[in-house]
Every structure is written in structure tokens, then in C-alpha cells.
Nanobody, 125 residues
């Protein structure tokens, strides 16, 4: 069965960095679009970043220029490098698999069909 396991969350200071990792199994990783979403308390789950199998990316407006998504099709992992973190980045971060393949990234949450359990990121001094 599909499994997505996140790691790397924790506490960071404002202006600091964290790197999240997601290990995937149970499906043909190399063809599907993969992504990261986040959800803060009282807010809707929102797209952070997504990447196609060929490396095309899409970022949420609030993280563009600060976060970078990486994909390793051999290791079946996706990473999220988060720089210049702010308190507004505090949320639970979820690794997710899209229903879709190809170069067009559908960003609506309904385009993603499997989710990890999430990893908490807290940005505070």
C-alpha cells in the first residue's frame, strides 16, 4: 500500500532553516507529481510546493523564494528545504502524492490522493 513518511520537523528560530524529508513506497514513485502541504491551527491545508517527475515545480506564494522542493526518483524521496523561516511558517507539514502524472501541476487539494501523517514545524524565538 502507499506509504508516505515524513521526517525532519522541529523547532526553528525566526530566520533559521529546516529540511523536511519524505520517504515514499507502495507505488510507482517516478511518474507521479509529489508535493508538500501545510496546515496551521484554524486554517485550511495549503499547498507549499509540488514537483513533477521531471523536476518542474510550483510553489505557494507565501514560500516562493524561501523554500525549495527536491526530488530523488531513485531513492523515492522528496525533500523540502525551508530557509528564512518566520512564525507564519508554523504548521504541520504533509507529504502528499498527486493523482496525476505529467508536467502540469494541479494545485487543488483534491488533486492529491495520499497523505503522510505530517511533521510539525514550529518557528519561535
Amino acid at each position: 500500500q502507499v506509504q508516505l513518511v515524513e521526517s525532519g520537523g522541529g523547532l526553528a528560530q525566526p530566520g533559521g532553516s529546516l529540511r523536511l524529508s519524505c520517504a515514499a513506497s507502495g507505488f510507482t514513485f517516478g511518474v507521479f507529481i509529489m508535493g508538500w502541504f501545510r496546515q496551521a491551527p484554524g486554517k485550511e491545508r495549503e499547498l507549499v510546493a509540488a514537483v513533477t517527475n521531471r523536476g518542474y515545480t510550483n510553489y505557494g506564494a507565501s514560500v516562493k523564494g524561501r523554500f525549495t522542493i527536491f526530488r530523488d526518483n531513485e531513492k523515492k524521496t522528496i525533500d523540502l528545504q525551508m530557509n528564512n523561516l518566520g512564525p507564519e511558517d508554523t504548521a504541520r507539514y504533509y507529504c502528499t502524492k498527486s493523482r496525476f502524472i505529467g508536467d502540469k501541476i494541479y494545485t487543488d487539494i483534491t488533486a492529491f490522493d495520499y497523505w503522510g501523517q505530517g511533521t510539525q514545524v514550529t518557528v519561535s524565538s
